[in-house]
């Protein structure tokens, strides 16, 4: 739609890691390289996910929370999960960054539908077997997790060679330390185009280096 004819670089936090992931292996000829932050379902699905997003869980929610005014779900919602998001306390985000968690449950329909969308998209993942998909794809990819990441633990990293762990970050290292995730990303994507795939080293930390695999 955009017209872009040449290979892309993607960038995706959480599924939009998982999107980027399965584009670059169905689409290799239109991608350039990749980058995955925090991506989940790489070693399955957490329990916790799956059992908040069930049918009974979700209608549970909705008969315990009706009598609670919309506004006021609105910013419970939006406050836990900033502070489930971010590994900094909710007074250091910025004010922006807050608007727009809480501008998620703008309305009670909005809210509670999460969880049919929720469902679909931890059925995907289990489909999607992304172990398998990340062995297959032949572009250059980097994957990046925050340290302190309560949705997606860090140690899923653990025994990947070249995944890297960023320190003092969450689920989204892009709110919490821009410059360090940037540190990490821009000499992955300013390499030049090479064969096979290009990975960082797997040294833990704000910084890294890229190194070829």
């Known amino acids: 739609e955009?017209?872009?004819?040449?290979?892309?670089?993607?960038?995706?936090?959480?599924?939009?890691?998982?999107?980027?992931?399965?584009?670059?292996?169905?689409?290799?000829?239109?991608?350039?390289?990749?980058?995955?932050?925090?991506?989940?379902?790489i070693r399955g699905v957490p329990l916790?996910?799956?059992?908040?997003?069930?049918?009974?869980?979700?209608t549970a929610l909705?008969?315990?929370?009706?009598?609670?005014?919309?506004?006021?779900?609105?910013?419970g919602f939006g406050w836990l999960y900033a502070h489930a998001?971010?590994?900094?306390?909710?007074?250091?985000?910025?004010?922006?960054?807050?608007?727009?968690?809480?501008?998620?449950?703008?309305?009670?329909?909005?809210?509670?539908?999460l969880g049919a969308i929720a469902r679909e998209l931890l059925r995907e993942l289990r489909t999607l077997r992304l172990?398998?998909?990340l062995a297959r794809c032949t572009v250059p990819m980097l994957e990046i997790w925050g340290r302190h990441d309560r949705l997606v633990p860090s140690r899923?990293?653990?025994?990947?060679?070249?995944?890297?762990?960023?320190s003092g970050c969450g689920h989204c290292p892009q709110?919490?330390?821009p410059d360090r995730l940037l540190?990490?990303?821009?000499?992955?994507?300013e390499l030049p185009a090479a064969s096979g795939r290009i990975l960082p080293s797997a040294r833990v930390g704000g910084s890294m280096r890229a190194a070829r695999s």
């Open 62 to 75: 909705r008969a315990g929370l009706a009598p609670v005014p919309a506004p006021v779900l609105q910013r």
């Open 131 to 133: 172990d398998q998909v």
């Open 85 to 113: 998001a971010s590994s900094r306390p909710g007074g250091a985000l910025d004010p922006a960054v807050l608007h727009d968690y809480f501008d998620v449950y703008s309305d009670r329909e909005r809210l509670f539908g």
């Open 48 to 58: 916790a996910w799956r059992a908040a997003a069930t049918r009974p869980a979700v």
């Open 175 to 177: 709110l919490d330390a």
């Open 2 to 41: 955009l017209g872009v004819d040449e290979p892309v670089r993607l960038v995706g936090n959480s599924m939009g890691g998982c999107v980027a992931a399965v584009f670059a292996e169905r689409h290799c000829e239109r991608t350039d390289r990749i980058v995955m932050i925090a991506m989940p379902g």
């Open 183 to 189: 540190a990490a990303v821009l000499p992955f994507l």
């Open 156 to 166: 899923q990293a653990r025994g990947r060679h070249g995944a890297a762990v960023i």
